[in-house]
């Protein structure tokens, strides 16, 4: 099923029911008083957060919800059922705004429950008019209308580090080999099409697909994807060292980062320099030196060696432990 991150869709509250005319029958009796019971309310719609980033697909084929109408009064002075309330599951991390009252709210937390929009008021049966001067009045009204708009949701990844780099930097083999996330991987670009998050000791992190340059203006990928890290507490910047230039190749992701969001830059940020198998330690050390001058927190790892493997994961829960404090 292909990963959806955006929507837009039509949410209506439910119409309260219409109240009735109706008069109560008792024997013996030719007149009883008026027994028109009012119209039930109109149901509500309210959306919850769920920690399911895959979520928004299922409504991909929907463009319009509607919670259920209240039910019309009864006789004998009983009244209409309340309609439904809808519930609509978003990803923790959606931005949801409201199109028509250019409001938007977010969903941070697992379990957030927030109203969008207010079912309608039931109306009145006549036993609501009668009074000393009208002992038999005909009177009813209609339900008022549920409260409806157009809405669009965007989902921001909410994630204690984000894996960033160029297409083809190892990301998706490193969050393998990290966490239980069994992304897809293959030694051609642009392999990842879609945010994969994995868990690592507690800490959620996010494999952003490769970003290259013009990323921010809609070129490969496009800057869709760069929402995805906005929200994440540290940088992971993945470096493969079959790139000759790794510091071009790391000036290249900041610019596009710099170009989407100035804050992006200002985040905490680590360097990992990926694929170490491929290269000379000579190399590596002088690649290291090179980026030192950019970033203090500077990693290397190779995912077929056992030692680098856990010689990293070592560091990098004492730097995920840091900034997650």
């Given at each position: 099923?292909?990963f959806?991150?955006?929507?837009?869709?039509?949410?209506?509250?439910?119409?309260?029911?219409?109240?009735?005319?109706?008069?109560?029958?008792?024997?013996?009796?030719?007149?009883?008083?008026?027994?028109?019971?009012?119209?039930?309310?109109?149901?509500?719609?309210?959306?919850?957060?769920?920690?399911?980033?895959?979520?928004?697909?299922?409504y991909?084929?929907?463009?319009?919800?509607?919670a259920?109408?209240?039910?019309?009064?009864?006789?004998?002075?009983?009244?209409?059922?309340?309609?439904?309330?809808?519930?609509?599951?978003l990803?923790?991390?959606?931005?949801?705004?409201?199109l028509?009252?250019?409001?938007?709210?977010?969903?941070?937390?697992?379990?957030e429950?927030?109203?969008?929009?207010?079912?309608?008021?039931?109306?009145?049966?006549?036993?609501?008019?009668?009074?000393?001067?009208?002992?038999?009045?005909?009177?009813?009204?209609?339900?008022k209308?549920?409260?409806?708009?157009?809405?669009?949701?965007?989902?921001?990844?909410?994630?204690?580090a984000?894996?960033?780099?160029?297409?083809?930097?190892?990301?998706?083999?490193?969050?393998?080999?990290l966490?239980?996330?069994?992304?897809k991987?293959?030694?051609?670009?642009?392999?990842?099409?879609?945010?994969?998050?994995?868990?690592?000791?507690?800490?959620?992190?996010?494999?952003?697909?490769?970003?290259?340059?013009?990323?921010?203006?809609?070129?490969?990928?496009?800057?869709k994807?760069?929402?995805?890290?906005?929200?994440?507490?540290?940088?992971l910047?993945?470096?493969s060292?079959?790139?000759?230039?790794?510091?071009?190749?790391?000036?290249?992701?900041?610019?596009?980062?710099?170009?989407?969001?100035?804050?992006?830059?200002?985040?905490?940020?680590?360097?990992?320099?990926?694929?170490?198998?491929?290269?000379?330690?000579?190399?590596?050390?002088?690649?290291?030196?090179q980026?030192?001058?950019?970033?203090?927190?500077?990693?290397?790892?190779?995912?077929?060696?056992?030692?680098?493997?856990?010689?990293?994961?070592?560091?990098?829960?004492?730097?995920?432990?840091?900034?997650?404090?």
């Amino acid at each position: 099923m292909a990963f959806i991150d955006e929507l837009k869709i039509h949410m209506k509250a439910g119409n309260g029911g219409r109240g009735i005319v109706s008069w109560l029958h008792e024997k013996g009796k030719e007149y009883g008083g008026p027994a028109g019971g009012d119209g039930g309310k109109g149901g509500d719609v309210y959306v919850r957060a769920v920690r399911d980033i895959g979520i928004l697909a299922k409504y991909r084929h929907e463009k319009e919800f509607r919670a259920e109408n209240g039910e019309g009064g009864k006789s004998k002075s009983m009244h209409g059922r309340n309609g439904d309330d809808l519930e609509i599951l978003l990803p923790v991390g959606s931005l949801v705004t409201n199109l028509s009252a250019k409001k938007n709210i977010e969903l941070l937390k697992e379990g957030e429950r927030v109203l969008l929009l207010k079912g309608g008021r039931g109306g009145y049966g006549n036993e609501h008019f009668k009074g000393s001067k009208n002992i038999r009045p005909y009177e009813w009204t209609p339900g008022k209308r549920g409260e409806e708009a157009d809405f669009f949701i965007e989902l921001r990844l909410v994630a204690d580090a984000g894996l960033i780099g160029l297409p083809n930097a190892g990301k998706s083999s490193l969050l393998n080999e990290l966490s239980n996330a069994n992304a897809k991987v293959g030694s051609y670009q642009f392999t990842t099409v879609e945010p994969n998050l994995g868990d690592f000791y507690g800490y959620i992190l996010a494999d952003i697909p490769g970003l290259i340059e013009g990323a921010s203006v809609g070129k490969g990928l496009g800057h869709k994807f760069l929402r995805h890290i906005e929200r994440t507490k540290i940088l992971l910047h993945c470096l493969s060292l079959e790139n000759e230039d790794v510091l071009g190749a790391y000036k290249t992701v900041r610019a596009e980062l710099k170009a989407h969001n100035l804050a992006l830059i200002e985040k905490p940020e680590a360097i990992i320099l990926t694929k170490t198998d491929v290269a000379f330690l000579a190399e590596v050390a002088k690649k290291r030196k090179q980026l030192s001058k950019k970033c203090p927190n500077i990693f290397s790892v190779s995912i077929i060696d056992d030692g680098s493997l856990k010689k990293f994961k070592k560091n990098l829960a004492s730097l995920l432990k840091k900034h997650s404090a």
